[in-house]
């Protein structure tokens, strides 16, 4: 819908929107409050120091129930938000309603502990190692710092002996972290916080501006790819570094393509504009930097390289042209943070370290495991290990196969070269023994600012919001004592619904059957 077509919210809507930024503010709160008796806090949690607070610490139960039904309203609250920012409406909530609404339900995330997942002591553990001295991608935390050492008592046991994963620029980043908390665990947190919060927001900053180059409303691709609560749970109160990775991405992305020349399919290519070579240069350094940070960021090199050569005359030596200058930046880059942080290229080596997990939400390793029971039900024995291994192969080169394709048909104008991106990330991550719910942000964020058809909108929003509800929020699948988690979403679910009910009663028309405003 062309940008003239929109028109603002009616007085109705806008009180519908207050209620609903308030509901899912309700749920931030809750999330937030439960996070102190349900989060992965550290060993040595200096909540328990707190009065009133440190009392959810001693009754987990209650606060994984309180930290459930934080999660159901701001779940419920951004679907009910989707309603005014659908592409097919008329009347539309403007960017800044979305902001301040994503303002809100940020803030009470951002001073808790982690949720969801005992990574980022993962984090801080290997940012230690760098500190003293030690190989990252050689010595896992047991190994380098001691089982007694109070970063690695926080490192899940899984990880406690593997080398790390991550790139060399995140580690450095972290090292400067562990210089300045000394042994503060619950100090490290926070910074590292700090640091996906800058990467939230880098996602923030690019998205309405990579959505108005591609037709999409703003405010659509800031609900999709911003206020997602798979981003706001996972890259905010998790402080995944997957937030710093495609931050720098998009924010690549935008500085590449910011003074680009548009070039129309069959047409000469436009005189080149002023800075508009140093824009790609610069583009490209930024994204090389989100690679340096999470190795999946390199795929949006290629599918810049195809932006440049149909901006170029779109010829296959254009292509290759293009190819080799971001391949020469690529290296640079690489070479530059490889001796800049003294790190070397160990990362390479280490890039397949969590394939050591198969996690449960893989298609992959859920049909290994499936092959594996076949193959004890027949009498072949259990080759469970070996099947999922040739199904992680036999992933990662459909990957590669989708992602070819993409960036062949982005380069004869089949599609957008955006759109190419968040596919083939999307397949990279899906196709892993090892994906997790955060993962499929590396497609959804940079879809969101493309992709404005309400197949891939369903799509997307279906899929975000079963994701976000899965994960408990310690992370711990509660081994022996499920039987919390199903009495925590019984007690979140009535809580919701009672909620909900308030909410019929102030703002109706959140709960009538959405329609294309006319």
């Not at 001693?58 to 779940?75: K, Q």
């Not at 005992?118 to 290997?126: G, H, I, K, W």
């Not at 937030?243 to 080149?272: H, K, N, Q, S, T």
């Not at 083939?424 to 991550?429: C, D, H, R």
């Amino acid at each position: 819908m062309a940008p003239g077509d929109i028109e603002p919210l009616t007085d109705e809507e806008n009180r519908a929107l207050g209620v609903l930024r308030r509901f899912g503010t309700v749920g931030a709160l809750a999330l937030a409050f439960g996070s102190l008796g349900a989060g992965a806090a550290p060993i040595l949690n200096p909540v328990l120091d707190i009065p009133v607070l440190r009392l959810f610490a001693r009754i987990p139960t209650v606060s994984v129930a309180i930290a459930f039904t934080g999660m159901g309203m701001m779940v419920l609250a951004w679907l009910w938000l989707g309603r005014f920012t659908r592409p097919d409406r008329h009347r539309i909530a403007d960017r800044v309603q979305v902001l301040r609404t994503l303002v809100t339900w940020t803030v009470p995330l951002v001073v808790i502990p982690p949720l969801f997942s005992r990574d980022v002591y993962s984090y801080l553990a290997q940012s230690e190692i760098v500190r003293r001295g030690f190989d990252p991608y050689e010595l896992g935390p047991a190994q380098a710092l001691g089982v007694a050492d109070p970063f690695t008592a926080g490192v899940s046991n899984m990880w406690r002996d593997t080398p790390a994963p991550y790139g060399p620029l995140f580690l450095e980043v972290g090292s400067w972290i562990s210089g300045v908390i000394g042994t503060n665990v619950a100090l490290g947190v926070l910074l590292q916080r700090l640091v996906a919060l800058a990467g939230f927001g880098l996602i923030v900053w690019a998205l309405p501006r990579l959505a108005r180059r591609y037709g999409v409303q703003p405010s659509t691709a800031l609900w999709l790819g911003a206020a997602n609560p798979l981003v706001l749970f996972h890259l905010v109160a998790g402080a995944h570094n997957e937030a710093l990775g495609i931050g720098l991405m998009l924010a690549g992305l935008e500085i590449g393509v910011r003074r680009l020349g548009v070039r129309v399919a069959g047409e000469p290519p436009p005189p080149r504009g002023r800075g508009e070579l140093t824009g790609l240069v610069l583009g490209a350094v930024v994204i090389s930097l989100a690679a340096m940070v999470k190795i999946h960021a390199i795929v949006a090199l290629g599918f810049l390289g195809v932006m440049i050569a149909r901006r170029w005359h779109g010829r296959l030596t254009d292509l290759f042209a293009a190819a080799a200058l971001m391949l020469g930046v690529v290296s640079s880059v690489a070479v530059a943070v490889a001796y800049g942080t003294g790190l070397g290229f160990g990362w390479v080596s280490a890039l397949d370290t969590p394939s050591m997990v198969w996690s449960w939400v893989s298609p992959v390793a859920e049909l290994g495991q499936l092959g594996g029971v076949l193959g004890v039900v027949l009498g072949l024995g259990n080759h469970t290990s070996s099947v999922i291994a040739i199904l992680g192969l036999l992933g990662y080169g459909v990957a590669a196969v989708i992602t070819v394709k993409f960036l062949w048909d982005s380069f004869h104008w089949r599609y957008r070269p955006i759109i190419g991106l968040g596919v083939s990330l999307g397949a990279f991550m899906m196709l892993h023994v090892a994906m997790q719910p955060w993962w499929l942000l590396w497609a959804v964020v940079p879809l969101a600012a493309a992709a404005g058809t309400s197949r891939f909108r369903v799509a997307a929003t279906a899929a975000s919001a079963v994701l976000a509800l899965l994960i408990p929020p310690t992370g711990s699948p509660f081994d022996g004592r499920t039987y919390i988690l199903h009495q925590a979403y019984l007690a979140g679910g009535v809580l919701v619904l009672v909620a909900v009910l308030v909410v019929w009663r102030t703002a109706p028309v959140l709960l009538r059957r959405p329609g294309t405003a006319r």
